[in-house]
DNA sequence: GTGGTCTAGACCACC
DNA sequence: GTGGTCTAGACCACA
């Protein structure tokens, strides 16, 4: 698998897992593939797998069973979605507000912008 | 002064810089401040002035006259919008195309977050 | 059942049949379940019941009768409040010294927090 | 320097950090030595101390200025104290509890033990 | 110079 | 088999 070089590796692991978690490829209280497993099918080092999973296990998104591997945490779904909203209304949101008096666009604008991205 | 972790020092200074422009803050034609003087006002190595003030002349949003310093090119204001327009197309609007899809929001939520900043 | 990840589960096993003993659930020379019994009951597998059941061998807690199953050590109670008393003199006890002089606990302090927890 | 087996060396890192801090051997605001140079003091993997940081500055009690350095966060004792603290009354004070009512040992005894180690 | 990330490969305890 | 930690060494962007 290829990766974009502007975010680091371990995080656009995590964000293939989150994102699979949503579209439910990995359901609730299943197990996620194993980090050797991921590590070779993603051709990267374990190490860097093993990243991806120490962070999402902060945030409670997934959890070890010990000698068995990770688990999706019950919830899971929220609370990614809580974590992207926060991050979401922290960071982006003020920044689109700037750029839209910078560029002087009206919300009608953006709305044309945003769909017009398929 | 204090800059945030997250992105380059310099691309902060440079926004410093281009948002004082778009400001007339400094006016086309005008002298900006010095490396030297500029980054004894930030606190900052003179470097990394340095490094933001070669940024913007790359873009010809400012010039270098030697031995004078560094001055705001014409049409600069015009320049800086359409880079950051294209920025702003290209980079942000996909994401947070991608960001209302996975929270659901509708525009008239996203059009509430932007208009509760101040 | 579950078991918390910090330690191993084998050692929880461990603790969950010093506490039977202790509790007179188990009374000296009655047997105690087979491997596999404990280990379905416990939804673990086989391996880990009966390390903790050799750990407990080794420590002349429980004895094993072969083709029969393991049984309850006569002076068992001593022998678990001794080794017990040992690893709490040698290891607890200094690291809650340390503490109260990190935290600045005093001894009624601490006695308040012991007594808080039901 | 020597490390002990029993618990990982970057924790032992980051305890070493926190008893200097807490000792004011660093003060807030001071820089704490870089990644490399602590890494050869201590005959460790500079990766090893960087991952002692990174755990101190999730806890905020360092932060990282870019390209400089890492710093020791205002506040860094307080938070020290209290993290310290809850994991004490978390994890050890419940633990002790159980210990005292197994041992079938007073308070006044617990306190003599905890008094005789010097 | 600084931190940040990644690879390759190893060893360990545990299940 | 699983994760968890560590080493050695490399490359990068940034100050």
Redesign the interface.
């Known amino acids: 698998m290829e990766f974009h070089a502007q975010k680091a590796i371990f995080l656009q692991i995590a964000d293939l897992l989150t994102d699979g978690i ?1 579209e439910e490829k990995w359901k609730v209280d299943e197990r996620i593939p194993s980090v050797r497993e991921f590590a070779t099918s993603l051709e990267v080092n374990p190490n860097t797998v093993m990243r991806a999973y120490s962070y999402l296990q ?1 945030q409670e998104i997934i ?5 068995i591997g990770f688990f999706v945490s019950p919830n899971a779904n929220h609370k990614i ?1 809580a974590i ?2 926060e991050e ?2 922290k960071l ?6 700037k ?2 008096k ?2 002087d666009l009206s ?1 009608d604008e953006l ?1 044309k ?2 769909s017009d ?1 398929e």
């Open positions: 949503m902060d959890a070890n069973k010990r000698g979605i992207k909203r979401f209304i982006e949101v003020p920044r689109i507000s750029m839209m910078l560029l919300f709305k912008l945003i991205i």
